[in-house]
C-alpha cells in the first residue's frame, strides 16, 4: 500500500487545557521504571433518571442513570493538588486514586 502523499501532519490530538489555570496539559508518559501523569481526566456531567421496559409488561422496568450531557474537567497536576479541585473530584466519582504521598 502506497503512502498518502500531502499528508505531512499526522494526527496530532487537539490539545487539552486544564480546566482551573488554563495550561496545556500532555498525556501520561511512561518510561521504562515508571510513569509520569500528564492530567487527570474526569468524565462525567449531569444525569437523569431514566428508565426502560424490556420483555413482556410482567417484567418491572429497569431505572438507570443516563449521562445527558458529556463533561470533561481536566486538571494538570499541579491543581490536582488543590483542594478546591479535589472536592470536585471527591463530588463527582469519589477519592481519585494514586496519592503518592
Ligand atoms: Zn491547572
Redesign the pocket.
Known amino acids: 500500500m502506497p503512502q498518502p502523499i500531502g499528508q505531512i501532519e499526522s494526527d496530532v490530538a487537539p490539545a487539552r ?7 496545556a ?1 500532555e498525556g501520561t508518559r511512561h518510561t521504562r521504571t515508571d510513569y509520569v501523569v500528564g492530567y487527570y481526566l474526569l468524565h462525567t456531567g449531569p444525569t437523569s433518571e431514566a428508565t426502560i421496559r424490556r420483555g413482556g409488561d410482567d417484567e418491572m422496568p429497569v431505572t438507570y442513570r443516563r449521562l445527558l450531557d458529556v463533561v470533561e474537567i ?7 493538588g ?1 483542594p478546591e ?1 479535589r472536592r470536585l473530584w471527591a463530588a463527582f466519582g469519589g477519592p481519585p486514586g494514586g496519592d503518592p504521598t
Do not use: L
Open positions: 487545557r486544564c480546566n482551573r489555570c488554563g495550561a496539559v481536566v486538571g494538570c497536576p499541579r491543581c490536582f488543590e479541585v
